[in-house]
C-alpha cells in the first residue's frame, strides 16, 4: 500500500501546524454528534464514535465538550439536526477529491462546494465516479522514535492491522475500520502513543505532483474547501513529496 496514505499524512503535517483550535474542536464535534446519532453514544460499540473522541483528545478537545456532543448526537441535549452530504470530483491536475460534509441547509452548502470547484478550475462529478477509487479505513501514525519497526509489525499485525509503513518521520499503520479498536487497543497495551487515530478514505492509487506552482494550486483548493463551514473533511490522492512540501512551507 506504498503511497496510498499519502495525502493523510501530509494533512495531518498541516493540522500540526493550525492554531485555529475553535474551527477544529467544532468540526470534530459535529461528526461526534452524527456518529453517536446513528451508531449510539456506547464508544465500545460504535466504531466511528470511539475512533472520533481518540481524534477530539488527540488534539485536547475537553472531556466536557465531547461528552455533550455525544449527548446532543443521542438526543439527551437538544441540538440542531445535521445532515451528512458527500461530494465527488476533480481538481488542479486532476487530483481526485472526496468533499464530507455536515449541513442544516444542503442548498447552501451545495452552492458553497461548487463555487470553491468552479473558481479554482475543479469540477463535480457524479456519485460514485471518485468514491469507488478510496477504501474506508483505520489509520494511525506513531513516531519513527518510539518504537523499532519489527516491534510495532509484531503488535499491529498480531491486532488486525493489514499494513505497517516507515513515511520517514512516522510508521502508518492501517487496518480495516472493523479493526480500528483492536489496533487502538493493542497500540495503547504497548504503551505507543499515536500522533493520528481516524478511521479515513484512502485512495486506491495516488497522482504525483511535483511542480511547485501546480502544488500549491491544488493545496489552496483543498484549503478553501476546508476553510467552508459545512466540510468536515476532504479527502484526496494527491502526492506531494517532503521536500516540495517543505519548500511550499518555507
Request: hydrophobic content about 40%.
Amino acid at each position: 500500500m506504498a503511497g496510498h496514505s499519502k495525502w493523510a499524512n501530509i494533512k495531518h503535517k498541516k493540522a500540526a501546524a493550525d492554531a485555529v483550535k475553535g474551527r477544529v474542536f467544532s468540526k470534530i464535534a459535529k461528526e461526534i454528534m452524527v456518529a453517536a446519532r446513528s451508531g449510539g453514544g456506547d464508544t465500545s460499540a460504535n466504531i466511528t464514535l470511539r475512533a472520533l473522541v481518540q481524534k477530539a483528545r488527540s488534539v485536547n478537545m475537553s472531556a466536557d465538550n465531547i461528552e455533550r456532543a455525544i449527548k446532543r448526537g443521542t438526543g439527551e441535549v437538544e441540538g440542531v439536526v445535521l445532515e451528512e452530504i458527500m461530494y465527488e470530483g476533480y481538481g488542479p491536475a486532476g487530483v481526485s477529491v472526496i468533499v464530507q460534509t455536515l449541513s442544516d441547509n444542503k442548498n447552501r452548502t451545495a452552492a458553497e462546494v461548487r463555487h470553491v470547484f468552479t473558481k479554482h478550475g475543479g469540477n463535480l462529478a457524479g456519485a460514485g465516479s471518485v468514491m469507488r477509487n478510496f477504501k474506508r479505513r483505520g489509520y494511525f501514525t506513531v513516531p519513527v522514535v518510539s518504537v523499532d519497526e519489527d516491534r510495532l509489525l509484531e503488535i499491529a499485525l498480531e491486532a488486525g492491522a493489514e499494513d505497517v509503513r516507515n513515511d520517514g518521520e512516522s510508521f502508518e499503520v492501517i487496518c480495516e475500520p472493523s479493526q480500528f479498536g483492536a489496533v487502538s487497543d493493542a497500540l495503547a497495551a504497548a504503551t505507543l502513543n499515536t500522533d493520528t487515530a481516524e478511521i479515513t478514505m484512502l485512495p486506491d492509487s495516488t497522482a504525483p505532483v511535483t511542480e511547485p506552482d501546480k502544488a500549491k494550486q491544488i493545496l489552496g483548493f483543498i484549503e478553501a474547501l476546508e476553510a467552508l463551514d459545512d466540510v468536515q473533511n476532504v479527502y484526496a490522492n494527491l502526492d506531494i513529496s517532503d521536500e516540495l512540501m517543505a519548500q511550499l512551507n518555507g
